[in-house]
């Protein structure tokens, strides 16, 4: 565990919350913690933090709140979500507002770590494939593309007019003259990039 891994731990209950920030904290994890729900939401539109653990139940700001600002205004934070009030129709909804996890108290600590790590690697890959789509997508930005003959500046404004259309292209030429290049291009400056290619 690396310590730039950034925790805010939202917890009403003081044994809860401190035992959470010594093991985190054991664990390499910068843990900052808050008891209640508008502390919460000061620090989380003045810090960034890769995972927010939040108890559900409490006091005014609850953690359902917490899940929805969270997933608003700094979306790629995780957010696991506990409570010792746990029902299967409180999950379900957690989780299709955007937690991660939905973990029931009591429970055990391997537990939450098991499931912190799992977050992380998460985290890890989403951002990994979003960095390699930027890339992929500068790759075969049009400005990329060279060639300053009249007929490669015909090719590159015929690319500009296709890609947005929906319509199939049909690219056809000799070996070894860019056919795949000025497919990739249209591809990747259409409203299809975020798509397989």
Known sequence: ??????????EDEAGMRDLLQKVLGRQGYTVRVVAEGKDALKLLEEETFDLVLTDVVMPGVDGMDILRFVKRERPETTVIIM????????????MKEGAYHYISKPFKMEEILVVLEKALEEKRLREEVAFLRQE???RYRFDNLIGKSKAMQEVFDLIRRVAPSKSTVLIYGKS????ELVAKAIHYNSPRRDRPF
Request: glycine share 10%; hydrophobic share 50%.
């Open 1 to 10: 565990m690396t310590e730039q891994v950034q925790v805010l731990i939202i």
């Open 136 to 138: 992929v997508t500068a």
């Open 176 to 179: 070894g003259t860019g056919k």
């Open 83 to 94: 409570t010792a009030f746990g029902t299967i129709d409180s999950a379900v909804q957690a």
